[in-house]
């Protein structure tokens, strides 16, 4: 990917993330919703490294971003939140729960880390180079069963990473309040588990440390374990204020944005240019969705 289709993709994702958030807020759409806003780095990376006719991959409940990268059809995410039957999952999972080939998402904290080692035990067995990746966040490091898949997955030695998106929150609650440490490291290698942390403002970074893992993963047949620093300018989900985080730390993530680190390679003719083709195709996505 050069760097003007990392900026689209990261685009394409927020921009829909906040038609997405503009619908609800004018009551156009139903149900609840977690947008990823703040967080596109790691779907746009693993865009281009899982290989969808073969690979697995599952994530929780906020997974949009994943959900277009995966399918390359926005349509279909924004289809399923409608409950339209064109949506990822016929309309009837809603934001939380769809699929598209072999990648699966599901709301129960965490609760595809299970699932995803069991994939990884099928892949093991079939033999050849498939791996089974996970996403999830912090919060889910508090759930029992995904540290028993880190304990399955290592002492059977599966192909599957593990990627932990770090936002510092599970819902209002931050990380520090219900937790020894900010950062995972110190557990995960208690589950002498090889362990990379990176933080999603540096996209090149990023896609070094996820490519290295993937590649690893691959060829040793063996589980590996992603720590992505990382923050939402969202809120837990639509009607969530936000109250709870501090401007400070907004203000570090502002500075230290990945759609921005990535707009600042390219031109500002560049970036206006890829704005206005991602606000056309956002436009006609919302236009396919209320008139199908
Ligand atoms: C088993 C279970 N417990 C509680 C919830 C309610 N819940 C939904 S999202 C969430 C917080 C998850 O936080 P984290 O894993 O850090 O992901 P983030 O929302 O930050 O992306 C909780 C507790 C749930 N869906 N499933
Ligand atoms: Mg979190």
Redesign the pocket.
């Known amino acids: 990917m050069d760097n003007k289709e990392i900026l689209y993709k990261m685009l394409l994702i927020r921009r829909m993330e906040q038609k997405i958030e503009s619908l609800f807020s004018q009551g156009l759409l139903r149900g609840t919703t ?1 947008c ?1 806003i703040g ?1 596109e780095a790691v779907p746009v990376a693993l865009s281009v490294l899982i290989d969808m006719d073969k690979d697995y991959l599952c994530s ?3 997974a949009h971003g994943l959900s277009m990268m995966m399918t390359g059809k926005p349509e279909t995410l924004l289809g399923e939140i409608m409950g339209k039957p064109y949506g990822m999952a016929k309309g009837l999972g809603g934001s939380q729960h769809v699929y598209y080939k072999n990648y699966f998402t599901n ?5 595809m880390a299970p699932v995803t080692v069991g994939i990884a035990f099928a892949l093991k067995h079939d033999g050849g180079d498939a791996i089974a990746t996970v996403v ?6 508090n ?1 029992g069963y995904v540290l028993e898949s880190f304990n399955m997955a290592q002492s059977m030695g599966l192909p599957v990473l593990f990627i932990l ?3 510092g ?3 209002s ?1 931050p ?1 520090e309040t219900v937790n020894p440490y900010t950062v995972f490291e110190d557990r995960v290698k208690g589950f002498a588990l090889p362990y990379q942390r990176v933080e999603a403002s540096d996209f090149d970074n990023l896609f070094a440390v996820l490519k290295d893992a993937v590649e690893k993963v691959r060829t040793e047949r063996t589980p590996q374990f992603v720590e992505v620093m990382t923050h ?1 300018f969202c809120g ?1 989900s639509k009607s969530d204020k936000r109250a709870y985080i501090p401007q400070e730390r907004d203000d570090y993530w502002h500075e230290h944005d990945c759609v921005k680190g990535v707009a600042a390679k390219l031109t500002p003719a560049e970036v206006e240019a890829i704005e206005a083709e991602v606000a056309q195709r956002v436009e006609e996505v919302y236009q396919y969705c209320v008139t199908h």
């Open positions: 977690h990823c967080e929780g409940h906020r709301g129960i904290t965490g609760g999830f966040g912090d919060g889910a490091m759930e998106e770090n936002n929150y599970a819902m609650t990380i939402r837990h």
